[in-house]
């Protein structure tokens, strides 16, 4: 079983920033994809970000390209969302994933067999 929990969220004016933390318990995910993604109140739940298990590949959704950086630290079991020049349409609920037996960072929700609980993001103009 692998426990994963987020961290970091909270309210920003536009332009800003924040770092999201999503810290891996019970078992390590450092051989495992990790993803991030988030959800709006009244929209479904889409790709962020992903990452693979050595953190020498990314993917990012359109929308966050250029803005936001997903990381990882194995040694710590720990992956992270920088998220820059963050806007009012990056208000949501955020979530890091892991792929364990899909073994692939992709855009897909069920690629991902773990969740965490969720972060609030809220971007205030």
């Known amino acids: 079983q692998v426990q994963l929990v987020e961290s970091g969220g909270g309210l920003v004016q536009v332009g800003g920033s924040l770092r999201l933390s999503c810290a891996a318990s019970g078992r390590t995910v450092s051989s495992y994809p990790m993803g991030w993604f988030r959800q709006a109140p009244g929209k479904e739940r889409e790709f962020v970000a992903g990452i693979s298990w050595s953190g020498g590949n990314t993917y990012y959704a359109d929308s966050v390209k250029g803005r936001f950086t997903i990381s990882r630290d194995n040694a710590k079991n720990t992956v992270y969302l920088q998220m820059n020049s963050l806007r009012p349409e990056d208000t949501a609920v955020y979530y890091c994933?892991?792929?364990?037996?899909?073994?692939?960072?992709?855009?897909?929700?069920?690629?991902?067999?773990?969740w965490g609980q969720g972060t609030q993001v809220t971007v205030s103009s």
């Open positions: 994933a892991a792929a364990v037996v899909a073994g692939i960072a992709g855009p897909s929700q069920y690629d991902y067999d773990y």
